[in-house]
């Protein structure tokens, strides 16, 4: 997942905090090997149309901020030059 919009790590600890609800489900469970395949397929199934959208985000939001020619990217440096004259590390 491209780094624009900070949703890797969301989307990472997202996926676990699902994963641990599906493996207490499966160790609930009284046939723990029938329980495997449903809750991982439905785990898989919840990922997928999670991440879905957030890759798709944030591939748009790398996008318009890389495209060569595009005013935003001037923007966004220039932005950045401000924020580090301003609060930048001063070094003595």
């Known amino acids: 997942m491209p780094p624009t919009g900070g949703e890797g790590g969301n989307t990472a600890i997202r996926d676990a905090a699902e994963l641990v609800k ?32 957030t890759v798709t985000r944030s591939y748009r939001n790398a996008k318009i901020i890389t495209v060569d020619g595009y005013v935003l990217p001037y923007l966004v440096r220039g932005l950045f030059r401000v924020l580090n004259f301003l609060f930048g590390t001063k070094v003595d």
């Open 22 to 53: 599906h493996v207490a489900k499966i160790a609930a469970a009284p046939d723990c090997k029938a329980a495997l395949d449903v809750e991982i397929s439905e785990y898989e199934k919840d990922m997928l149309k999670f991440s879905r959208s």
